[in-house]
């Protein structure tokens, strides 16, 4: 609601506040600063938004990502010119890539302090280069341009931003002295032409998205090339939503195809009527299993799948039938070897495909190598004494219950949990940002996470990505759905253990795994969570289920080696190369 305006930077910045509450947006994520000041005032005054506060920018842009990736739905960041905007950058090319819709309100100043050498005043204009859905810059707060201006261009923002692909859009909003509410009235005739719009919660402009939906003749020939296929592989990346990811699930049960599922979809492994292959990424490791996937038609949902593998293969193997289906128009293909894109509502194009296809029984060459490499996983990991990458990741995904989230960081814990972590319980929200697979921002943006999908969230992230984004454990204090954060401290960067570079020893160490010396507690304590380091399974699974059951953040600090780490992978990759083929990778 707009409250009385003390003078005409206070007016304009409630009508932007208010304008996109009227499209649900309620989150304002506020990074403190001067020439922000009336978006931060019409932000706090506003009766109904809800704000939130970071000790950082990079802290704040990834905390706003993680609610919005939860939510499907934007938060808006606001904050002061200068560096406070760039700082923004690295949360909005994750946002960008992986279509997740955001608001940057960054303040400026006027033009005539740009290229004056002004202090805190830097080219905005066109800061996120081609990594915004929109931008736009708005002219300094003037009686001399009509308030619909303002009005619609909110309007166009938020729907830039949520319409596939979504993704952030940027308003710049340049402001002259006084910034603060200080009493320099605006003419009530000013606001004549929007007394419409005052009284009522609707935009003023509203937007109707339209929906592609495959027609039943295109429906019925693609079912019928699909029956002609000898073998139907479906393979699942991330999709946004559980109403897609059920779809899904559902085409699959009625259809009786095996399917590779990445750990971000939200796959869980509880329905025994979905023939889901869960070792698939190991299994493509061996020549037997590549021969049985040679000729298969893959029908591909959602983002690329994060297993190495599967590119590898289907780059060096092209399907010849490939067809990736998603509701936006972006390329998917870095191994080009996709057939057909089809734009469509994921869920809408499931439901439609399943009434026209024709049941086929599962494979059991897929079945009985699935349940060989799954043995071996099993028996593997139960023979380990010592605590290990690979068993945090099947432990925690076979305990965390359902309705809450899972939040990976990048390197190696999305991987291992692709790998080895099997989702028992339903449903789980999974997070990750995949879109530039960076390390940075992981506490803040499972912060966020937790936020979005009001439910408490367990997340795995590296000890680099922990000191990378220390200043966000303040957001994790301050979160009131629980956060587990476990770390795993390798001392240093344990992915590049994987890499050939590992072999030079004399500049791996100090240039590539970096190693640190450091634990956790006192960053904890600083932060006034608690925290607990564990070195053996029994004990981690002891403390993980005990900070399951209560309301208090938690710090899981996972002590392990990192060469070690990088054995043992190696050793179980080889054994399951060795019980399906007996074959070399």
């Known amino acids: 609601m707009i409250r009385n305006p003390a003078n005409i930077n206070d007016f304009w910045a409630s009508l932007i506040v208010d304008e996109l509450f009227r499209h649900g947006v309620k989150v304002f994520c506020i990074s403190p600063g001067s020439r922000s000041t009336p978006l931060t005032v019409a932000a706090a005054a506003h009766d109904r938004t809800e704000t939130q506060i970071a000790l950082d920018e990079r802290g704040s842009a990834f905390y706003a990502l993680g609610y919005a990736r939860a939510t499907n739905h934007p938060a808006v960041l606001i904050c002061t010119s200068g560096t406070a905007t760039a700082n923004y950058f690295p949360a909005v090319v994750e946002a960008y890539q992986s279509r997740i819709p955001l608001i940057i309100l960054s303040a400026d100043r006027p033009p005539e302090l740009r290229d004056t050498g002004a202090n805190q005043?830097?080219?905005?204009?066109?800061?996120?280069?081609?990594?915004?859905?929109?931008?736009?810059?708005?002219?300094?707060?003037?009686?001399?341009?009509?308030?619909?201006?303002?009005?619609?261009?909110?309007?166009?923002?938020?729907?830039?931003?949520?319409?596939?692909?979504?993704?952030?859009?940027?308003?710049?909003?340049?402001?002259?002295?006084?910034?603060?509410?200080?009493?320099?009235?605006?003419?009530?005739?000013?606001?004549?032409?929007?007394?419409?719009?005052?009284?009522?919660?609707?935009?003023?402009?509203?937007?109707?998205?339209?929906?592609?939906?495959?027609?039943?003749?295109?429906?019925?020939?693609?079912?019928?090339?699909?029956?002609s296929s000898e073998k139907t592989l479906l393979t699942v990346g991330r999709t946004g939503n559980h109403t897609t990811l059920t779809a899904i699930a559902d085409l699959a049960r009625a259809t009786g195809w095996p399917v590779f599922a990445d750990i971000t979809s939200g796959w869980h492994s509880g329905d025994d009527r979905i023939f889901t292959i869960h070792w698939y990424d190991q299994l493509l490791a061996t020549e037997s299993f590549k021969k049985l996937l040679a000729g298969c038609r893959i029908l591909h949902f959602g983002d690329p799948l994060t297993s190495k593998r599967f590119l590898q293969f289907i780059t060096a193997n092209p399907p010849g039938?490939?067809?990736?289906?998603?509701?936006?128009?972006?390329?998917?293909?870095?191994?080009?070897?996709?057939?057909?894109?089809?734009?469509?509502?994921?869920?809408?194009?499931?439901?439609?495909?399943?009434?026209?296809?024709?049941?086929?029984?599962?494979?059991?060459?897929?079945?009985?190598?699935?349940?060989?490499?799954?043995?071996?996983?099993?028996?593997?990991?139960?023979?380990?004494?010592?605590?290990?990458?690979?068993?945090?990741?099947?432990?925690?995904?076979?305990?965390?219950?359902?309705?809450?989230?899972?939040?990976?960081?990048?390197?190696?814990?999305?991987?291992?949990?692709?790998?080895?972590?099997?989702?028992?319980?339903?449903?789980?929200?999974?997070?990750?940002?995949?879109?530039?697979?960076?390390?940075?921002?992981?506490?803040?943006?499972?912060?966020?996470?937790?936020?979005?999908?009001?439910?408490?969230?367990?997340?795995?992230?590296g000890d680099l990505a922990f000191l990378h984004d220390l200043n966000s454990l303040d957001l994790i204090r301050k979160s009131k759905h629980r956060v587990i954060l476990v770390v795993i401290n390798n001392n240093g960067g344990g992915i590049f253990s994987f890499l050939p570079i590992a072999g030079y020893k004399e500049v791996f160490e100090p240039y590539f795994a970096t190693p640190h010396n450091l634990h956790f507690r006192s960053a904890a304590e600083l932060f006034g969570i608690n925290h607990t380091k564990v070195t053996d399974p029994a004990n981690f699974l002891s403390e993980y289920r005990q900070g399951l059951k209560q309301e208090n953040h938690y710090i899981i600090e996972v002590i392990t080696d990192r060469e070690e780490n990088y054995a043992l992978h190696r050793k179980l990759l080889d054994r399951i190369i060795t019980e399906t083929d007996g074959g070399k990778e």
């Open 321 to 461: 039938h490939y067809i990736h289906i998603h509701d936006h128009s972006r390329r998917q293909d870095p191994a080009h070897s996709i057939t057909r894109r089809i734009e469509t509502d994921i869920a809408a194009f499931c439901s439609g495909l399943k009434r026209l296809i024709k049941r086929s029984e599962p494979d059991s060459e897929f079945n009985i190598f699935n349940e060989r490499a799954g043995k071996v996983v099993e028996d593997f990991i139960e023979q380990l004494t010592d605590i290990s990458e690979i068993a945090i990741a099947k432990m925690i995904a076979a305990t965390l219950p359902g309705g809450q989230g899972l939040f990976l960081g990048n390197s190696m814990p999305v991987r291992d949990f692709d790998m080895f972590g099997r989702l028992k319980n339903y449903p789980i929200r999974v997070g990750a940002n995949r879109g530039a697979s960076g390390i940075d921002g992981s506490v803040a943006s499972a912060a966020g996470f937790a936020k979005g999908i009001s439910a408490p969230v367990t997340a795995v992230i």
């Open 121 to 227: 005043t830097i080219d905005q204009v066109g800061i996120y280069g081609s990594y915004v859905n929109w931008a736009i810059d708005l002219p300094v707060p003037d009686t001399a341009i009509k308030p619909e201006f303002v009005l619609s261009s909110v309007d166009h923002a938020v729907y830039r931003s949520i319409r596939p692909p979504a993704g952030p859009v940027h308003i710049n909003c340049m402001f002259r002295e006084p910034l603060e509410p200080q009493s320099v009235p605006v003419n009530a005739d000013y606001v004549n032409s929007i007394t419409v719009w005052s009284p009522h919660q609707e935009p003023w402009t509203r937007y109707t998205q339209s929906a592609s939906i495959l027609s039943e003749t295109e429906l019925r020939a693609l079912a019928t090339e699909l029956d």
